[in-house]
């Protein structure tokens, strides 16, 4: 079983920068792509971005492209979401995801496992 656990949220200003991580464990992730997910009091959940943990390739929403960068720690089956340039549309509960496949994609129907989410806050 697959468990995924988020943490590195918290409280930053506007233009500021924080990382949040996701650990895994239950499985090596070689065939899994891994991504972050975000959503906000009565909106869907939305994709921000994901890699596939096998070939390191990588995949951003337009809304992050350029500011956030996502990355993996083989030796410590690790993912982390770095975030910089953050605006207040950034706040959000932030969640890892995994499945088991090497190929992208950004519906959260093709995610079978989830982390319980970080608070991240960006104020003006």
């Known amino acids: 079983q697959v468990q995924l656990v988020e943490s590195g949220g918290g409280l930053v200003q506007a233009g500021g920068s924080l990382r949040v991580s996701c650990a895994g464990s239950?499985?090596?992730?070689?065939?899994?792509?891994i991504a972050w997910f975000r959503q906000t009091p009565g909106k869907e959940r939305e994709f921000v971005a994901a890699?596939?943990?096998?070939?390191?390739?990588?995949y951003y929403a337009d809304s992050v492209k350029g500011r956030f960068t996502i990355s993996r720690d083989n030796t410590k089956n690790t993912m982390y979401l770095q975030m910089n340039s953050l605006k207040p549309e950034d706040t959000a509960v932030y969640y890892c995801?995994?499945?088991?496949?090497?190929?992208?994609?950004?519906?959260?129907?093709?995610?079978?496992?989830w982390g319980s989410g970080t608070q991240v806050t960006v104020s003006s």
């Open positions: 890699i596939s943990w096998g070939d390191g390739s990588t």
């Open positions: 995801a995994a499945r088991n496949s090497r190929w992208i994609v950004t519906t959260t129907r093709d995610y079978n496992y």
């Open positions: 239950g499985r090596t992730f070689s065939t899994y792509t």
